[in-house]
């Protein structure tokens, strides 16, 4: 067997898995690691925190379905990872976090673990709730099987977060290397049963009005395109939740739209007129279903998951089918071909909720310069298959409802965590994944400042992504929430008119614009088209511009205000 530093051997087994990229902070407990990184082949991409680099591989996961790699140092530097490690993981993303840590053994004592050494942290215990699994090999010779089997645990079944807390002196210490080999049996994945796609698919041909809930699940399993196999064969409205946005092309037909607490009011209403309705790759969370006891008061459910923990755990279906979407779609299509028969009746329902849809984005066409209006100019303007990241808040549920999109993995947002400043980082992972496209971030203000250091990332390694700040000057969303609910009470909200977004971005080496009008949007947007840096937009937006149709907490789907 080869002999080797642990370093050197976590480096070839990452060059194993096909990785080329990772985005990190270096410090003291890792840079053993990033001293192999030299002569690797494998470019660490500098990010300026280490949020910033898990939300980045995060990015990068979702666009390619492949892991992303986060790295940081012990202490602190794995804290900082915490908050994009999480993300991932609540919306099911496959990002392997690497912190260094302490060392485990001394010349003086049997361990260093456990000691309060310096920027010691129990970084398995943080990490052992947010992830999939978490690895902390003692020797050289598990370094290789170790990250087999995290890259392995990372994607399959429900994807997810794993973590390596790798110990100095196991990154400086050479030893004899194992070949890589699993360290846990993984479960396999259930094989849906023939009869119970038969009983789904006679219930879906007897419905009267079928409906399709597309979920983050249908884009994850590489699904949409047996999703809308599907959908066209039974001419079924699709609705989707907000992790689902993408997984139809939403300028198709039978697209209704995204449903939930700022959904479309009309995919909404849909719930209720259902008697079947067909969920793939959902949760039913609270943001999407409102109340559990008011959702399709009238519907069937049929729930397909991978997850068998999801199958009944916030709504009883009356069939649930543990299984990969793509695998049950596609036996659910084979098996309703021959059988199935189109209904004009169908059909004039689904042309109808389309239209209806469409009405109701539209009947808010009002004078000013809007954040509706700038999305929808951006919209015409950048290329359909660009790449398109949201912070969180109302620029997040604005881009929902008014920036359509046309394939899956190019809409990236953290849905489950709902963390601000993440879509910036993530632009940055998901332009390093696909160089080829343009990516845009659509931001807030108070969103944009939590992480905008990042820009030096762009800047320093030559990654140039788009931002365009729907700026309020507010922190808008909990300010919405306090006029409808606090009186008007504003508190830590208003963010007067600090920073100048135009300046800082300059000041980092990027192109900054300050946007007034729709003609000066266009005339940035074209810029940033063609820009070879970072292009950051400051768009001004009225202060108490709402976000509707939205669904109060607490409320069912059908108890909306529109306006």
Sequence with gaps: MPKMSGAKALVKALRDEKVDKIFGVIGGAIMPVYDEFIDSG????????????????????????????????????????????????????????????????????????GRDAFQEIDAVAIMTPITKYVFQPKKVRDVPSTVRSAFAIAMHGRPGPVHIDLPKDVQTGEGEVDDARMLVSLRPIPEPKMDEVKKVASLLLNAQRPVILAGGGVIWSGA?????????????????????????????????????????????????????????GTRFSDRSVG???????????????????????????????VGDAKRVLGMLYDTMLSLAKKSPERWEWVRKLRKEAE?????????????????????????????????????????????????????????GLGTMGSGFPMAIGAKVARPDRFVMDIAGDGSFKMNEKELATTVLENIPVTVVILNNHMLGMVAQWQRMFYDYRYIGVELENIPDFEKLAKAYGAEGFRVDSSQE???????????????????????????????????????????
């Design 359 to 415: 009405a109701v984005r539209d009947e808010r066409e009002d004078t000013g310069f809007t954040a509706k209006k700038v999305l929808r100019t951006l919209r015409k303007i950048v290329p359909g298959n660009a790449i398109i990241t949201t912070e969180v808040g109302q620029n997040q549920m604005w881009a929902s409802l008014y920036f359509d999109i046309y394939e899956p993995r190019t809409f990236l947002s953290s849905g």
């Design 291 to 321: 109340t559990l006891d008011t959702f399709a008061p009238e519907a069937r459910i049929i729930h397909i998951d991978i997850d068998r923990s999801e199958i009944g755990k916030n709504v009883s279906p009356h069939i649930g089918i």
């Design 224 to 280: 949409s395109e047996e999703l809308l196999k599907v959908a066209e064969l039974l001419l079924a409205p699709v609705i989707t939740t907000f992790m689902g946005k993408g997984a139809i092309p939403e300028n198709h037909p039978l697209s209704i739209g995204v449903i939930g607490m700022h959904g479309n009011s009309v995919a909404n209403r849909v719930t209720r007129e259902a008697d079947v309705i067909l969920a793939v």
């Design 521 to 563: 949007l266009e005339k940035a947007i074209k810029f940033a088209l063609g820009s070879e840096v970072s292009v950051i937009m400051d768009v001004s937006i009225h202060p108490e511009e709402d976000v509707l149709p939205f669904v109060p907490p607490g409320k069912g789907l059908h108890e909306v205000i529109e306006k």
């Design 42 to 113: 494998i470019r660490p991409i500098r990010m300026s925190h280490e949020q910033g680099a898990g939300h980045a591989a995060d990015g990068y996961a979702r666009v390619l379905g492949f892991p992303g790699v986060c790295m940081g140092t012990s202490g602190p530097g794995a804290t900082n990872l915490v908050t994009g490690v999480a993300t991932a993981y609540m919306d099911s993303s496959p990002v392997i976090a690497i912190t260094g840590q302490v060392n485990y053994y001394s010349p003086n004592t049997p361990y260093m673990i």
